[in-house]
């Protein structure tokens, strides 16, 4: 297979029929105008005062940013084709058995469908920017059936093509599709592709590159390359990566030493890890104050002060018990964009970075921001979404 030739954002899309055109048009129109609002609201900022205090005063500013909640659902052409990448390796279901659930339920619909199977993990990125392309041409809608990584990489693919965007949840954790109320069961997420509307979802960026859930630097990274070493010799499931983070944490591990921009200050910090949040779900269920700012166009993070490794054990133990947030040690606070680089004098050089599960390697300055348009995801209308369970171990 070959390299497909990239599209502009600027270029007319072919993923709706021409009612449905008109109507991502004007929600892209009134998005834009929130933006300019936004920009307002920036300047504001340093000359109006603020309603309450809190980390950063953020989280509680009167002014707001775009908030994609607020942006009506585009319905989705019947007879629009669904272009579905299935990833092998996600979670431990079988492929086949998916791939049969998934074509059963379109076929009976007669609803036009074409699958692909990606059975190694390099493949995913080209067969993501292929299916996308694939998916323009035939004014189609696209579809990823993986977990919380293989999302991630389609979906940027995805952003900014004009294509709607479907998810078959098969992860470990589907952060993604669980925080949007899609069902974790293949069947039902698929007869939802069928009657859903597309709605306007908030995507993260770290530098270009997307995260849907989350993305971070320093520990927490460290905790899924040795999660990911687990799951090789003792498979996917929860109580597996739990004991992995035990394990993890024994380890003695290095504060970073960065500097924050964030707005106009500049902030030296020193902790073990840096953590983004773009999952309203995961912040409520370690409870961080701050979930609800996610509905606002912000994103959440978290830092620890560097800590005993018995305190890290605790913080553990409070994060599973839904009370983070309290917790002295930690620093939480709400933003739409903050600049971290290293405070050390050494020359500057790639930094390990977490996006959504997956390892990655990033130049500094690492910009954490919010992507100025959303993904259009087929998800239920918010009175029909069932609340995930915050019991749910993560």
């Not at 199977?117 to 995913?124: G, M, N, T």
């Not at 599709?177 to 069902?183: S, Y």
């Not at 069928?194 to 590159?209: K, M």
Request: with cysteine; net charge positive; glycine share 6%.
């Amino acid at each position: 297979m070959t390299d497909l030739p990239e599209t502009s954002n600027n270029q007319t899309m072919r993923c709706a029929q021409d009612g449905a055109m008109t109507t991502v048009r004007q929600m892209r129109r009134h998005q834009i105008g929130r933006r300019t609002d936004s920009r307002v609201a920036l300047v504001r900022r340093k000359t109006e005062p603020r309603v309450t205090g809190g980390p950063h005063g953020l989280s509680c500013i009167d002014f707001r940013c775009r908030s994609d909640a607020l942006m009506p659902p585009t319905p989705v052409d019947a007879a629009a084709p669904f272009h579905i990448v299935l990833n092998v390796a996600s979670g431990s279901n079988d492929a086949g058995a998916t791939r049969n659930t998934i074509e059963t339920i379109l076929a009976s619909a007669n609803r036009e469908h074409h699958v692909r199977l990606v059975e190694r993990p390099e493949q995913l990125d080209l067969v993501a920017r292929q299916t996308v392309a694939e998916a323009r041409l035939r004014s189609g809608v696209v579809v990823v059936a993986g977990g919380d990584g293989t999302i991630r990489t389609v979906a940027q693919a995805t952003l900014g093509s004009g294509c709607l965007f479907g998810v078959l949840p098969q992860g470990t954790f589907n952060y993604f599709g669980r925080t949007h109320g899609i069902p974790s069961d293949t069947a039902d997420a698929t007869e939802l592709l069928l009657s859903a509307r597309a709605h306007p979802v908030q995507v993260g960026l770290v530098n270009d590159r997307v995260f849907l859930v989350n993305a971070s630097l320093g520990l927490y990274p460290e905790l899924l390359e040795d999660r990911e070493i687990y799951a090789r010799k003792f498979g996917r499931s929860r109580l597996v990566a739990l004991w992995s983070a035990l394990s993890t944490l024994l380890h003695e591990h290095r504060p970073l030493r960065l500097l924050m921009e964030d707005e106009d200050k500049t902030r030296p910090m020193r902790t073990p890890t840096l953590f983004v949040s773009n999952s309203r779900l995961q912040l409520e269920q370690i409870g961080i104050p701050q979930a609800p700012e996610l509905e606002h166009g912000l994103l959440v993070a978290l830092t620890v002060r560097p800590v005993s490794m018995l305190t890290q054990y605790w913080l553990m133990v409070r994060g599973a018990l839904g009370q983070l947030g309290t917790a002295d040690d930690v620093i939480s606070f709400a933003f739409q964009r903050i600049v971290v680089t290293s405070a050390t004098r050494r020359r500057a050089r790639g930094v390990k970075v977490a996006t959504d599960g997956e390892i990655v390697w990033l130049q500094p300055p690492l910009e954490f921001r919010v992507a100025a348009e959303p993904l259009y995801l087929l998800k239920p209308e918010p009175e029909l979404r069932c609340a995930p369970s915050l019991s749910d171990p993560s």
